[in-house]
Structure formats: structure tokens, C-alpha cells
């Protein structure tokens, strides 16, 4: 148990949940290089509705259990970004504070490109803000969240939105129309650092992008316009990569393929979300797939 934990506080109610929901790149122009070797980015996101969850009950000190389909890779590692993401808080807290046993309940691909710890850290930081009455809320949470990594803060509120700077710019997205999302990832765990340091040739400028889409074929044909700058090093890293767009973009209804994030996972875009769960189980067995909505705004 942390030192810093009090006893279990029995008027700290029931256990809670937090939805971590899968982060989609849309677009993914790296801009620029900060002096600190971080890059500099420009991106619409999205949430789709695949998803891990982050549950928590009180508890003596500060513990953390992982299941799910896709958390066995993970069970071995001692310092989880849900772990982190209580122990930060918890400090910047600054007074004693009631345990919590957190389990993650891992669904979503470990290290593919859709943000899957970054939206368990978010997903803690809610939940324990909630347990801990520290009414932080997030909009307060997001400096907190940057320091776990560039991609948390979008994920604390999982709505779509437009990163800059390092991911801590955001800003709102386009009104975006209802479409569904197919994702993808050949089963291959691929490190963000690789990737970005793969990346060559000149900066890409922001995209500019309209006030809203009124339908997901109008958005497709904007999206072509753009590109996700980090696909060609993942591809030369990790060839699968291509295999899975060239599959995505052979499903009939597929609007458009691209990779999220710095991969592996690629994702293609439907009308309709039904089209995209259905399209979803033509893929290889093999990879992890998925099908389904985007999160409203
Ligand atoms: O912030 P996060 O832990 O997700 O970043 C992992 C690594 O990815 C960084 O150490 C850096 O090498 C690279 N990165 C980057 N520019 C970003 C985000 C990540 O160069 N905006």
C-alpha cells in the first residue's frame, strides 16, 4: 500500500466506471519538431465505441488488476499509465486520500496507434477525481494529463476534437455527420518513439479544414485531401501495415483506409455504422477487427 493512502473510506460509495474509449487519427500531419525532439501535430480525432473500461472500489492503498481479452501483455508490466495516472494525482491531490483497487478491463490492441493507455490513464483521472471529490473536472485535468503522455488529454473528455502542438492544443472539430468505423491491427504491437524518428522529408502545413460535414461521403472526399504523415515509416517498420489497408479499402462500402495514430491499427470509414460491423467480419480472423460507431459529439 502507498504511504500517502489513507484507510478505506467507508462513505466513499460504490465502485464506479469509466468508459476508455479507442482513439482514431483522422488525419495526421506532423507539422514540425519542438527542441525537445517531440513533434508537432496537427489532427482530427474521433472516438469510436470499442473500448476499455477502467472500474474502481474502495480499497486499502492504491492497486490495479488487469483482465480482458487483450490485457495479458500487459499483466506483466509494474508500472501501468492507469497506475501512473492515480499516483500523479493522488500527489498534486496533496492530502490523504482513501485507497482504490482499480482493474482494467483491456479490449482494445496494446501499443497500436488507438490510444488505448492514454484513454485508460483518462479514464482513471475521471474516476478518481469522482471518488476522491476532488472536483478537478476535465478541463482541469488536462496539464495533469499531458505529463502521462501527448494523447491523454484528448482523451478525457472522448469527444472529437482538433489536436495541435503536442496534443495539447485542442480545439473544437468540424460537425461531423454520422459514419462507422472498421479498425484493424495485423496483431503486431508497434512503439510510437520507431515511428516518428522514421519520419522523413519536409513538414507537412495544418489542414484546413470546413466548419462541418453534412455527410460521410463528403467527409471521405476531404479526408483524401490529407494523410497521416506517420504511414509510410510504419510501413517500412512493419509491412503489415500495408496488407491491412490494402484489405480495408477492398471492403465493399469502405469510403476510406488509413492508419491511426503510428499504427499498427488502420481503420476504414463507412456511411453507416451496421455496413461497418458487418464489413468488419470479412477481415483475417487472425487480426484483431472491429466494427462499429463513431461517439457522437
Ligand atoms: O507522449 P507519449 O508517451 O505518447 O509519446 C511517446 C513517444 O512518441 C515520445 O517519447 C516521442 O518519441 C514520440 N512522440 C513525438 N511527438 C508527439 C508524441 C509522441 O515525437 N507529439
Known sequence: PDSTMGPPAG???????????????????????????????????????????????????????IGGPEGGVLAA??????????????????????????????????ASGIGGGSADAAAALRALDRFWGLGIGVAGLEALALRLGADVPV?????????????ELLSAAPRLPGFGLVLANPRVSLPTPPIFAARTGPFSPPAVLPEAWTDAAAMASAL????????????????????????????????????SGSGATCFALFAEAEAAARAAEALPPAWWRWGGAVRAA
Open 11 to 65: 462513505a466513499a460509495g460504490p465502485a464506479l466506471a469509466e468508459t476508455a474509449r479507442a482513439k482514431i487519427n483522422l488525419h495526421l500531419h506532423v507539422t514540425g519538431r519542438r527542441a525537445d525532439g517531440y513533434h508537432l501535430l496537427d489532427s482530427l480525432v474521433v472516438f469510436a465505441e470499442a473500448a476499455d473500461t477502467v472500474t474502481l472500489a474502495p480499497a486499502e492503498g492504491l492497486s490495479l488488476t
Open 77 to 110: 508490466e509494474p508500472d501501468n499509465l492507469v497506475l501512473r495516472a492515480a499516483r500523479l494525482l493522488a500527489e498534486v491531490a496533496g492530502r490523504p486520500l482513501p485507497g482504490a483497487a482499480l482493474h482494467l478491463e483491456k479490449r482494445l490492441p496494446v
Open 224 to 259: 483524401r485531401e490529407l494523410r497521416n504523415d506517420l504511414e509510410p515509416p510504419a510501413i517500412l517498420l512493419c509491412p503489415a501495415v500495408a496488407e491491412v489497408l490494402a484489405a480495408l479499402r477492398a471492403l465493399p462500402g469502405a469510403l476510406l483506409a488509413r492508419m
Open 155 to 167: 482523451c478525457l473528455a472522448s469527444r472529437p476534437a482538433r489536436m495541435a502542438g503536442v496534443g
